[in-house]
């Protein structure tokens, strides 16, 4: 079965640096358009950064634009968040997604597979 594993996810100072990694398994990653989302408790989730199959389509919230940065590895089968300048509100779980759209959507409902997410705190 189809399964998206993040890690890298912990506790930062604000100004600091994190590095996500979505791990895709049972699935054709090359065929499917990645995404970050993030939710923070009591709000909805929100789109962060996607990016199309050959990683040459990037999109981003801007929210997190010039500060964080997206990017994949199709022969790893991984998606990265690149996260950096990190601010108290950047706190929240963190999730990658999956989809067969060609270009990157910010729509939670574009996205047919879902990982577990992986905790960020950010203390300022």
């Known amino acids: 079965q189809v399964q998206l594993v993040e890690s890298g996810g912990g506790l930062v100072q604000a100004g600091g640096s994190l590095r996500l990694s979505c791990a895709a398994s049972?699935?054709?990653?090359?065929?499917?358009?990645m995404g970050w989302f993030r939710q923070a408790p009591g709000k909805e989730r929100e789109f962060v950064a996607g990016?199309?199959?050959?990683?040459?389509?990037?999109n981003y919230a801007d929210s997190v634009k010039g500060r964080f940065t997206i990017s994949r590895d199709n022969a790893k089968r991984t998606v990265y968040l690149q996260m950096n300048s990190l601010k108290s509100e950047d706190t929240a779980f963190y999730y990658c997604?999956?989809?067969?759209?060609?270009?990157?959507?910010?729509?939670?409902?574009?996205?047919?597979?879902w990982g577990q997410g992986t905790q960020v705190t950010v203390s300022s």
């Open positions: 997604a999956a989809d067969l759209r060609f270009t990157p959507k910010d729509s939670p409902k574009d996205y047919f597979y």
């Open positions: 990016i199309s199959r050959s990683g040459t389509v990037l």
């Open positions: 049972g699935l054709t990653f090359s065929t499917y358009t």
